[in-house]
């Protein structure tokens, strides 16, 4: 859920980004996702992986839920 201004009320944590990874078929674990703080807003955010001691980057859109 977000405010009139975009800002999510819970921000999304490597937590969040594993789970919702793992649920599309990715197995990433959250101690692999490296941020350096919470998202809280709408938007696309690069999102650095480290995967067997390999660096990936992935693209991460954060929208609103349509319906």
């Known amino acids: 859920n ?3 201004k975009g800002s999510l009320y819970a921000g999304l944590d490597a937590k969040a980004i594993a789970r919702e990874l793992s649920s599309q078929g ?3 674990l959250p101690n692999e996702v490296k941020l350096k703080e919470h998202i809280k807003k709408l938007g ?5 992986l480290m995967l067997a001691g390999e660096k990936a980057v992935i693209k991460l859109k954060v929208e609103k839920l349509k319906g």
């Open 26 to 28: 990715f197995n990433i």
């Open 44 to 48: 696309e955010y690069d999102i650095e």
């Open 2 to 4: 977000t405010d009139k």
